[in-house]
Structure formats: C-alpha cells, structure tokens
C-alpha cells in the first residue's frame, strides 16, 4: 500500500496532480482524497474512484501526505482549520505560490516535514518541470516527494531562495515558449503553411529540440552549429533575429517577470 494522499484545493492544479498519480500508478485511487467546497465540478474524480469531500479535517485525518494546492489569499483560512491535525508523522506538500516555508510553518504553529513545490501546467501530461524545496525533512521524504514528481515530469531540488527565479523560468516559462511557438505559427503561414500544419510543425520542432537538450545534454549552441551552413538560410535567419533584439528581449521579459515577484 502507498501513503494515503489528500489534495486540498481541487482546482486545475490540484485536479491535475490526483489524476497524475492515478496515471502514472503511483497512487492507487483509493489512496487519493481530494477536497474542495463545491465538489460538484470533481464528478470526473469520483467516477475514477477517488475520494471526493468538502471536509479537509476528515480528509488530513485519513491521510499521511497532505498536498495544499489552494491560491495564496485562501492558505490561511484552510491552515487554520486543519493544523491540529498536523504534526511531524505528516508530510506536507505544498504547491501554493509565492508563501515560504516559514510563513506556512507560522500558520500551523509547530514544526512537520514541509515541501514548497512549483510545477507547471504540463503537470496535466505529465512532463512538467518541478522544482522542489524542503525543511525538516529526512532522507526518506526527499526520496518520497522526488519520486511522486518524478511521475509526472522532471524534478529538481533547489534551494527556497531560488523559488521565485523557479516560478518565472519553470512556470511562467511556459508562456514564454508558447508565444515563440505561436510566433512560428504566425511565420509559417506567411510562407505558406494552412494554420494547422503550421502548429503542427511549430509545436513538433519545439518539442524534437527541447528532447535533444534533454536527451543528449548538450548545449543549445552545439545543436544550432548543426543547423547552419555557411552563407545559408538558418544562419540568416538567426542573426536577422538576433539584430532585432530576439535572445535580449526574452532575457529582458524574464527578468521583468522576476522583478513584478522577487521579495529580495
Ligand atoms: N496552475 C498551475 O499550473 C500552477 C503551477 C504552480 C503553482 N500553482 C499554484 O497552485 C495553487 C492552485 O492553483 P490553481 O491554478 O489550481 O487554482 P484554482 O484552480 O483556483 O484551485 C484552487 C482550488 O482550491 C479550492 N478551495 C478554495 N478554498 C478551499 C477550501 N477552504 N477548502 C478546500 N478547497 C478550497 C477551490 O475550489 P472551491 O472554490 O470549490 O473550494 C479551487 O478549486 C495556487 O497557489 C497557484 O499559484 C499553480
């Protein structure tokens, strides 16, 4: 048997998250307990056989993991509630933007092995980018919490005072690239391209070239050598982009992401 998990907050990502791990088989449905106050919009949950409840009491109390994913300006009116029902045979995971360790630790009153967690929308297919952090927790945890992300993308541990650099590249990042998909979209069919070929062809290069980083961990420059020939049209292409200012202004909107939350 796995450790019984209760999502509290099952809205896009805490949704994403319960069928992730009933996916990925790393969750049986039965071990799965997911709340929010209008469970009406969770039927698709329940007709998987996961528990569904309003009562986040009744769900912290059956369960070993707690996974809080409600928005920031809701955490304390769901903390206050539950906090007797936590303490150090917990774990507790949470994936509520922007509120550190501390501030979660605060609210309970009382120290229990915490993770933050960022992940991405992709978490929905199971290739999102998570970034991880923790405080008072053992080996086992950490293993524990890499494992249960690992099912559903990548995981990197990080240290919290890189959470907020992790929103903008690994969150937001997603935005990022779907307007430079999107971009190449708008391109492709100015040369020719019907708009759905266009994104097919768009969002299957994206793809093919973030795989070959990934797989063969080489550097984005060492693949870019590949595609160019003198005097040819890719290298064209790249400067061309390069003189309009294309790598400044990603570097320049990633840092003003970071700067609208950076606390430091
Ligand atoms: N979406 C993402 O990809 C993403 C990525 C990284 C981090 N995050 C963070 O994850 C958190 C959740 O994001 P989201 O996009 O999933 O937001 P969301 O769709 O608004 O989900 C929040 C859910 O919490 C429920 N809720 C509110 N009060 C509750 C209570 N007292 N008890 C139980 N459930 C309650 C709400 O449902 P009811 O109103 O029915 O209660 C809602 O479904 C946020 O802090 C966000 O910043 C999101």
Known sequence: MGKRIAIIGGGNLGTAIAEGLLKSKFSKASEIIVTKRNTATLKSLKEKGIEVTDNNVVAVKKSEVVILAVKPFQLNEVLNPIKKELNSSKLLVSVVTGVTINETLDIIGKNLPVFRA?????????ESMTCICSRHA????VKYVNELFNKMGRVVTI???LMEAATILGACGTAYAMRYIRANIQGGIEIGFDALTASLIAA??????????LQKGSHPEQEIDKVTTPKGCTIAGLNEMEHQGFSSSLIRGIVASYKKIAKD
């Open 118 to 126: 960022m992940p991405n929308t992709a978490i929905a297919i199971q």
């Open 138 to 141: 053992d080996d086992g945890h």
């Open 159 to 161: 240290d919290e005072k």
């Open 204 to 213: 299957q290069t994206v793809k093919g070239a973030a795989e070959l980083l």
